[in-house]
């Protein structure tokens, strides 16, 4: 039963339960359709009264800038120039619904366009796929599907790195060709392809190694400094169960309630961390934000007044792994559950390899 008569003449404010903060979904349920319930549920709301404030939606902060607008706008235009060249798959489905009368490869005119015969079995392509030996099947077994190309590659050895290269630079060069841009040539483009797939591996494999040196010591977790308790949160999102607040809405929210819950028990000099790196970035500035986002992270700093000493800390996943097992484990405990000296006996063995490498 909905409990507002005329709600024409209510504020958005008499949807929000004043107790608790949050919305009043009885009420909500009861007053629009199911559509604009789930919408207006995917609203956060501070525990503190804020004013109506206009944000730019298209950057983390709220904040508008002209560097801002001009990449909206950039790729607004990206988008439509998108469109201006269709897909194969739309160009089918085009000319099933009669918009266009023929689907003719542009580059042959010989046969109908379709993915395996625009990048492999069109004979213009003779000069991509006929040097060296490792494509010289080429003109002894034909293919259909992409799919069916793929598996034969895959199955019989072949470097699917090299193909797709090779396959994507075809059809690059094809559509530098039909808006009159410069075009490598197509007998240029089994020698560039494997230039291009071996400077991939070598800046793969320089990544590899500058990332194992400089962050290992990120990878695990910490104890604190005396003085200090640390308290480590994540979220979890399930596909299976509504959800009512984006991801990094429910970072920040499972941020407030942890340092809620330090504060309840008494702890007054403590760290934070979480493996968001977006949020305790937010968390440690000293700017405000205007998105949905920078409310909740504001509600987090006003708990923050009432500690002595309060730290926050960025730590990646590896090094977060109990408090990430323990999110992912939630759909198993129906109930609040605090453990003080023994734990969930499904994190022991993580919580033993924690405690080993900080001590």
């Known amino acids: 039963m909905c409990t507002l008569e005329?709600?024409?003449?209510?504020?958005?404010?008499?949807?929000?339960?004043?107790?608790?903060?949050?919305?009043?979904?009885?009420?909500?349920?009861?007053?629009?359709?199911?559509?604009?319930?789930?919408?207006?549920?995917?609203?956060?709301?501070?525990?503190?009264?804020?004013?109506?404030?206009?944000?730019?939606?298209?950057?983390?902060?709220?904040?508008?800038?002209?560097?801002?607008?001009?990449?909206?706008?950039?790729?607004?235009?990206?988008?439509?120039?998108?469109?201006?060249?269709?897909?194969?798959?739309?160009?089918?489905?085009?000319?099933?619904?009669?918009?266009?009368?023929?689907?003719?490869?542009e580059r042959c005119r010989s046969a109908v366009e379709e993915s395996v015969h625009a990048v492999w079995s069109c004979p213009k392509l003779g000069e991509v796929w006929g040097v060296g030996e490792e494509w010289c099947f080429k003109s002894k077994v034909e293919f259909t599907y992409m799919k069916e190309l793929l598996s034969w590659l895959n199955a019989k050895g072949k470097s699917l790195e090299l193909f797709a290269y090779m396959a994507w630079m075809v059809w690059n060069q094809r559509n530098k060709v039909r808006v009159n841009q410069h075009a490598v040539l197509l007998l240029q483009v089994a020698e560039q392809a494997e230039q291009k797939l071996a400077q991939f591996r070598a800046n793969w494999q320089n990544t590899e190694v500058q990332v194992t040196d400089r962050n290992i010591g990120g990878l695990r977790w910490s104890s604190p400094?005396?003085?200090?308790?640390?308290?480590?949160?994540?979220?979890?999102?399930?596909?299976?169960?509504?959800?009512?607040?984006?991801?990094?809405?429910?970072?920040?929210?499972?941020?407030?309630?942890?340092?809620?819950?330090?504060?309840?028990?008494?702890?007054r000099n403590a760290i934070i961390e979480g493996d968001s790196l977006g949020?305790?970035?937010?968390?440690?500035?000293?700017?405000?934000?205007?998105?949905?986002?920078?409310?909740?992270?504001?509600?987090?700093?006003?708990?923050?007044?009432?500690?002595?000493?309060?730290?926050?800390?960025?730590?990646?996943?590896?090094?977060n792994r109990v408090a990430h097992s323990l999110a992912k484990n939630t759909l198993r405990i129906p109930d609040l559950q605090v453990w003080m000296k023994d734990v969930s006996s499904h994190i022991i063995s993580i919580l033993d390899l924690d405690v080993t490498v900080s001590s």
């Open 6 to 105: 005329s709600f024409e003449n209510y504020r958005v404010d008499s949807l929000i339960d004043l107790n608790t903060r949050t919305w009043n979904e009885k009420l909500i349920d009861g007053l629009f359709v199911e559509e604009d319930v789930e919408l207006i549920k995917k609203i956060p709301v501070s525990r503190a009264a804020t004013e109506d404030t206009l944000y730019w939606p298209y950057s983390t902060s709220g904040h508008y800038t002209c560097k801002f607008g001009y990449m909206f706008l950039k790729q607004e235009s990206k988008m439509e120039a998108s469109q201006q060249v269709l897909p194969i798959h739309d160009k089918q489905a085009l000319l099933k619904r009669k918009v266009i009368a023929y689907l003719i490869y």
């Open 225 to 267: 400094q005396d003085g200090l308790v640390k308290i480590n949160f994540d979220r979890a999102v399930f596909k299976k169960i509504h959800q009512a607040y984006k991801p990094d809405e429910v970072e920040a929210l499972v941020a407030l309630k942890a340092i809620t819950f330090a504060r309840e028990f008494g702890f």
């Open 279 to 319: 949020l305790i970035k937010a968390l440690k500035s000293t700017e405000g934000s205007l998105s949905p986002t920078g409310l909740l992270v504001d509600d987090v700093k006003r708990v923050a007044i009432s500690f002595e000493r309060l730290l926050y800390s960025h730590v990646k996943r590896n090094g």
